[in-house]
């Protein structure tokens, strides 16, 4: 039996423990927000946290994950004032979506660098964020936004 | 429904209301259909498509119970809420907004007080297709009569209540104001009276002057914005309904191919596991037809996978097992050296570049590309008791629509189409292979199922962007004028897919960027070459204008510079003065992307224009350190001109780095400023992506590569800055989804050229040189 918490709230599994973390999101919790890219942690679209980590959920089996705190899209923004992360507000702001597909794992990717260096160069952005694709190309956007943030003091934890 | 609300007003109101009008209601709502496809009377129709449920409010049409409907597009409840159709899907250029912004525009409606349905499949709505960079083109006009229409039902409804004449009764951001006494309705408190108005005639309506607009030209933000930074937007990967099951399938390498023996003990040993067997019977064309191979279904997509990768398969390859693309490009290359079928003669070419004083030639190559959007295909079908449900992230509704109602043998009033949001397109989610994949799967278990592609099976059962030949040549004069222009192009098309007798590219598949060139030079000639074709090809944003773009504006920079000139400049002399071209006086078929040439005329002028400001706002010319070099390039697609120009700086160690990109663009009049360049900028790295890094390889018939790794697409450190310089223009809009890609790859090819005088003819070019 593998015990978790989902944005504050505790879970138990007792499946299939290699199912990856995206998949029980999905398909058993119901929390559809978090995407699946590439099931080889090639894209980053699944991304959520991990003890405040940026994670790749497709790669990570259920097993692993006894007595996590889990992070995902839906749960970002708690905490924080109107219910939204600043990089929720940036995305809006800056109008990043296009499909929108990959920009849940885009925000939790950036909100993990962000909570690590608070005032990332240009090259930590780049770095921090390589790993995720956005096929439509917000990438200039993307970059924008984050720096909007970079530098704000923090409106609350997690 | 319509016709009930007809008792719920006060019978001197509409008594009035009845007597407004002068025209015969039946004859104007039928004049209404013609232009608009639209009626009110035909409304109700669409309603009883929703008589399976379905908890998505969003994806349901316009509840007619919810508010009074003045046409298909819209309605309008008592309390002011406008519901708008989202008549085509949204893939995410921006559709969903811009297509309903421009009803709301011309009905003068408050924007905050609009809310959105999904349309279903319905001809009456016109062309649903988010293909072709058409949805603005195709509709414009008719949207804009729909709100229009609806605008003036409101003033003489408003007329009639105050026993005033309709001309003195004018639309103001939801309400109507009576301009002698100031009196004023809101929208909500007339929308009873005025959805029982005859539908005027397109003569009687008014639509706006572009001073007036409110949202057209505007800067909207995207209606899904909100829900997708918070996790909740639906997408077609994220529909789930009662009762679910999960698909995942393991298809033939090659297509054609089949199972010549396979075993599923093992997989349906696997925890979840509910059913395993063969789907579907693939015959040649591949058409829209499931390929065949071995179907999991379990509770979860994880047992799906996982038991999927515990199948024992042999494969034959068929007739496509010997398809290897070293070979192939040999094939190809050497069908474009020798003469193809002329599609274009201007002059005698032959003499021309005979009698010239430079004779040059070059051959580009392009490879296959996959389009790998973020979402992978997916569908979900629920097709029990001769009737089938789907929901499916598509680009237009109806292809789904027809293609499950023959596959499964049933009258298309059987089949339900829902189109949640599209996690990417680029053409892909125009083919839908795998909604007949999760009808078959799901009529043979009994149970609603949701076909799930993983990127594996995205990347190697594409439709591919085709794999193209170029073959060039041209004769310049002694001062270094063109006088002389040859192309050849061989390429497998997309007709292929649907015709077996195929032999190559028709003449029509040469008017995306070949035939269509706009250089004013005394001898063209283009030629389409044979080629055979080993799998499914398919629409990839642009199409055959990527590497058609590539070798007409490569070959222009090479020219350029062997008579010794500025490209900037000889681009300009080589589109010449201001005209209209009119390619069948060159004995051309040109199909003008469908439309006509009156409206959508290919117009030097505006090109010469675009390629202006772009040299301007780029800083074309000036001084650059060594290791870097801008190159422009022009390429009209889709009946949209760009010009670009792209800054690139090659590090000691050969490493490609794009700085900045420049575009001007005209296409017409634009609806949403805000996404419009949002479509370039994305275009733009869409257009580094081909030209850079992604390639799709094959080896006995097999895609060779699987998965980002080795199918590689731009990254955020590759990523330049774009600028974007919109032309004002008040001609027809076209669109904008397509045409920032084809000059990304020359105008790149040309930077790099400039900046170290090496020349790329083949693409991919790589991250490095």
């Known amino acids: 039996m593998i015990k978790l918490s989902v944005n504050g709230v505790g879970y138990s599994f007792d499946g299939d423990e290699d199912m990856p973390l995206l998949w029980y999101l999905r398909d058993v919790a119901g929390m559809k927000g978090t995407k699946f890219g590439c099931g080889a942690a090639q894209c980053g679209a699944c991304t959520v946290h991990q003890d405040g980590m940026a994670i790749r959920s497709c790669v990570t089996p259920m097993a692993a994950l006894d007595g996590a705190e889990i992070t995902t899209i839906e749960g970002i923004g708690s905490g924080h004032m109107d219910g939204m992360h600043p990089l929720q507000k940036a995305w809006v702001e800056y109008k990043v979506p296009q499909c929108g597909y990959c920009q849940a794992g885009q925000i939790m990717q950036a ?6 260096s608070p005032n990332p160069s240009d ?13 439509c190309g917000t990438y200039p956007r993307i970059k924008a936004a984050i720096k909007s943030v970079a530098g704000q003091s923090s409106e609350g934890g997690e | 429904m319509i016709m009930n609300a007809i008792f719920n007003i006060s019978p001197a109101i509409a008594e009035k209301i009845r007597g407004l009008s002068g025209t015969d209601a039946a004859l104007s709502r039928r004049a209404f259909l013609k232009t608009t496809a639209a009626g009110a009377g035909v409304f109700a129709m669409s309603v009883s498509l929703t008589s399976k449920s379905f908890a998505q409010e969003q994806l349901v049409h316009i509840d007619a119970d919810a508010g009074n409907a003045f046409n298909l597009y819209l309605s309008i409840a008592e309390d002011g809420k406008v519901t708008i159709v989202a008549m085509s899907p949204e893939i995410g250029q921006g559709a969903r907004t811009a297509m309903p912004a421009i009803v709301a525009d011309e009905l003068d409606c408050d924007w905050d007080q609009v809310e959105f349905v999904q349309a279903f499949p319905d001809p009456r709505l016109g062309s649903q297709s988010v293909g072709g960079s058409s949805a603005i083109r195709d509709n414009y006009d008719g949207l804009r009569m ?34 002698g006494s100031g009196r004023v309705l809101g929208y909500g408190e007339l929308a009873k009276a005025a959805a029982l108005l005859p539908v005027p005639d397109e003569g009687e309506v008014r639509l706006k002057d572009k001073s007036e607009f409110r949202y057209i030209g505007g800067e909207l933000a995207p209606i899904d914005l909100s829900d997708i930074v918070h996790g909740q937007a639906v997408y077609g990967i994220d529909v789930m309904v009662p009762g679910m099951k999960y698909a995942s399938i393991e298809r033939p390498p090659v297509v054609g191919g ?40 379990a509770e979860n997509s994880w047992a799906a996978i996982k038991a999927r990768g515990l199948l024992e398969i042999d494969w034959e390859a068929g007739p496509n097992g010997g398809h290897n693309s070293e070979a192939y490009r040999a094939e190809l290359e050497a069908s474009a050296a020798a003469p193809g079928k002329v599609v274009r003669k201007r002059g005698d070419v032959h003499a021309a570049l005979a009698a010239a004083d430079q004779h040059l030639s070059a051959k580009y190559y392009a490879p296959y590309n996959a389009h790998a959007s973020m979402e992978p295909p997916v569908a979900v079908a629920d097709v029990r008791d001769g009737e089938a449900e789907i929901w499916t992230p598509n680009q237009n509704p109806v292809t789904p629509h027809r293609t499950i109602a023959a596959v499964l043998g049933l009258e298309l009033d059987k089949v339900i189409v829902h189109t949640p949001l599209a996690g990417g397109g680029f053409g892909r989610k125009g083919k839908p292979d795998v909604a007949v994949e999760a009808a078959l799967v799901s009529k043979e278990i009994g149970m609603p199922v949701q076909v799930a592609w993983t990127r594996e099976d995205d990347i190697r059962h594409c439709y591919f962007h085709s794999v193209s030949a170029q073959h060039m040549e041209a004769g310049l004069d002694k001062d270094g004028k063109v006088t002389a222009w040859l192309h050849r192009s061989a390429f497998p098309p997309i007709g292929a897919t649907f015709d077996p007798n195929s032999k190559g590219p028709e003449g029509g598949e040469l008017d995306l960027g070949a035939t269509d060139l706009p250089y004013d030079i005394e001898n063209i000639q283009v030629e389409a070459c044979e080629a055979s074709t080993h799998t499914r090809i398919g629409w990839y944003r642009s199409v055959y204008n990527i590497f058609h773009g590539f070798a007409v504006n490569s070959f222009m920079d090479e020219l350029a510079h062997a008579a010794g000139r500025d490209p900037g400049e000889y681009l300009l002399e080589l589109i010449g003065g201001p005209r209209h071209i009119d390619f069948s006086l060159d004995a051309a078929k040109y199909g003008n992307y469908g439309e006509s040439i009156e409206k959508f005329p290919t117009d030097t002028g505006r090109m010469a224009n675009c390629v202006r400001t772009v040299m301007e706002k780029s800083g074309w010319g000036k001084s650059l350190p060594k290791g870097q070099g801008m190159g422009i390039a022009f390429h009209r697609s889709f009946l949209t001109d760009v010009a670009a120009v792209v800054h690139v700086a090659v590090d000691d160690d050969g490493t490609i780095r794009v700085p900045t990109i420049h575009y001007a663009i005209d296409c017409g009049r634009v609806v949403n400023t805000e996404r419009v360049r949002a479509q370039f900028e994305g275009g733009a790295i869409m257009g580094l992506s081909t030209a850079m890094v992604s390639n799709i390889t094959f080896e006995d018939g097999a895609v060779v590569q699987s998965n980002f790794h080795d199918y590689e697409v731009l990254r955020i450190d590759q990523s330049p800055e774009v600028y974007v310089h919109i032309v004002d223009s008040d001609a027809p809009p076209t669109g904008v989804g397509e045409p920032p890609v084809p000059p990304i790859a020359p105008a790149l090819a040309n930077a790099i050229f400039a900046a170290t005088g090496k020349r790329l003819r083949d693409m991919p070019f790589g991250a490095s040189i």
């Open chain 1, 123 to 135: 090259e930590d952005i780049d770095g921090a964020m390589w790993g995720n694709i956005c096929r």
């Open chain 2, 258 to 297: 089949r199972a010549k023996s396979w075993n599923g003990d093992a997989a349906r040993a696997v925890q979840g596991v509910l059913w395993v067997g063969e789907i579907g019977d693939f015959q040649f064309p591949a058409s829209y037809q499931a390929l065949g191979g071995i179907a999991v279904v």
């Open chain 1, 111 to 116: 909100a993990s660098l962000l909570a690590d």
């Open chain 2, 146 to 179: 729909a709100g229009a229409s609806a605008r003036l039902m409101l003033e003489r409804a408003a007329a009639a209540v105050w026993g005033v004449d309709a001309s003195e009764c004018k639309a103001d951001l939801h309400k109507i104001v009576h301009a």
